[in-house]
């Protein structure tokens, strides 16, 4: 059975930093592609890193140069570094994985994985 869990959300001012990590089990993990998405109150999900099965990253424009995505093979955790944080971030973060190497932009899109965590709060105060 596959478990996906997310941690390390919580509550920063604005400019702040945290670092989400995902724990995954229950499958090889080396063979899949892995991501991050959020939702923020009203608005639809929206990805916002991926990573794939060679550890190829991709960043929608309003993270890019703010949030890090990294794999741990070892481990088998997913992490997501954010720094310089806005009130914007502010929503739940999932974690997602798919098997195999999609093209990238399938990594920011939902429609592509397999598991999901059941996410994470992450709120930004201004």
């Known amino acids: 059975q596959v478990h996906v869990v997310e941690s390390g959300g919580g509550s920063v001012q604005a400019g702040g930093s945290l670092r989400l990590s995902c724990a995954v089990s229950g499958l090889t993990y080396s063979r899949y592609s892995m991501g991050w998405f959020r939702q923020a109150p009203g608005k639809e999900r929206e990805g916002v890193a991926g990573?794939?099965?060679?550890?190829?990253?991709v960043y929608i424009d309003s993270v890019k140069g703010r949030f890090t995505i990294s794999r741990d093979s070892a481990k088998n955790t997913l992490d997501l570094q954010m720094i310089s944080l806005k009130p914007e971030d502010t929503a739940v973060y999932y974690c997602a994985m798919g098997y195999g190497r999609p093209p990238l932009a399938s990594l920011v899109s939902g429609a592509w994985f397999d598991y999901w965590g059941q996410g994470t709060q992450v709120t930004v105060s201004s």
């Open positions: 990573i794939d099965a060679e550890d190829t990253t």
